[in-house]
């Protein structure tokens, strides 16, 4: 087989042809795609770069203002509680100024004042004494004391002498054995049957006892029948505690 130089050159010329349009019409634009496709790469992994930077930088931000905030809070606090004190102080010393001028103006005042002057001073504040001591009484009262006065009561009726006891049964039994006790507030199963037997027991005869309730006692009873009254309630005691007062 020959080879023709003219062919031989025309195939090398094609060849060459092809290489150039290659290179053109699809290396360049494949390449360039390539180059272009590694810029936005790059720039999407800097975007990214930057975004977590930027989200970083963020966050510390804000850790560092939440830290601010929260000192600031701190020592807001410590400079109201400073202020509190310093103003409990302040009407602490008020109060004690205030009760100290009182009490030399109260003591001034009895000097001066003639005796029946001061007798009256002493009956209201007695009655003040009452008011104040009935109010605390009031808060203090309940079931607990209650079934405290019905012991105190029957314990007391244990102790009277033989005669007046001996007087208190005659009395209960004329009565048919009925005895009306009035209550500061309703009495429960266990207290209603404590106190009917004490008095049984007391008395020396079955009673029966009828309630009816009278806040006005504040706390405690009041067993009466007929002429004979048992107390045991606040209110009696304050009475008895202010009728001495007045005496003095």
């Not at 009278?214 to 005691?237: P, Q, T």
Request: proline letters at 2%; one cysteine or more; charged letters at 20%.
């Amino acid at each position: 087989m020959s080879l023709d130089p003219l062919t031989f050159i025309f195939e090398i010329l094609n060849f060459l042809v092809l290489l150039w349009l290659l290179k053109r019409f699809l290396y360049k634009p494949v390449q360039a795609a390539i180059n272009q496709r590694r810029e936005d790469l790059q720039k999407a992994m800097q975007l990214a770069q930057q975004r977590e930077a930027q989200a970083s930088a963020a966050m510390q931000q804000h850790q560092q203002a939440l830290q601010a905030w929260q000192q600031e809070q701190a020592r807001r606090e410590a400079e109201l509680n400073t202020q509190l004190n310093q103003q409990r102080e302040q009407v602490m010393a008020a109060i004690a100024a205030s009760a100290e001028v009182e009490k030399q103006r109260l003591n001034a005042l009895a000097a001066q004042e003639q005796k029946t002057a001061q007798a009256a001073l002493q009956h209201k504040a007695a009655r003040n004494a009452l008011q104040l001591s009935a109010r605390l009484l009031q808060r203090v009262s309940g079931p607990e004391l209650d079934s405290l006065l019905i012991t105190m009561l029957l314990e007391d009726l244990q102790k009277l002498p033989a005669q007046q006891r001996n007087h208190l049964h005659d009395s209960a039994q004329q009565q048919q054995g009925r005895i009306l006790i009035e209550s500061a507030r309703p009495l429960n199963a266990q207290q209603c049957t404590a106190l009917q037997q004490g008095l049984s027991a007391q008395l020396g005869l079955d009673v029966q006892c009828n309630y009816q309730e009278r806040a006005d006692l504040i706390s405690g009873l009041r067993a009466s029948w007929g002429a004979d009254v048992l107390h045991a309630n606040l209110a009696d005691e304050l009475a008895f505690f202010h009728t001495g007062l007045m005496h003095v």
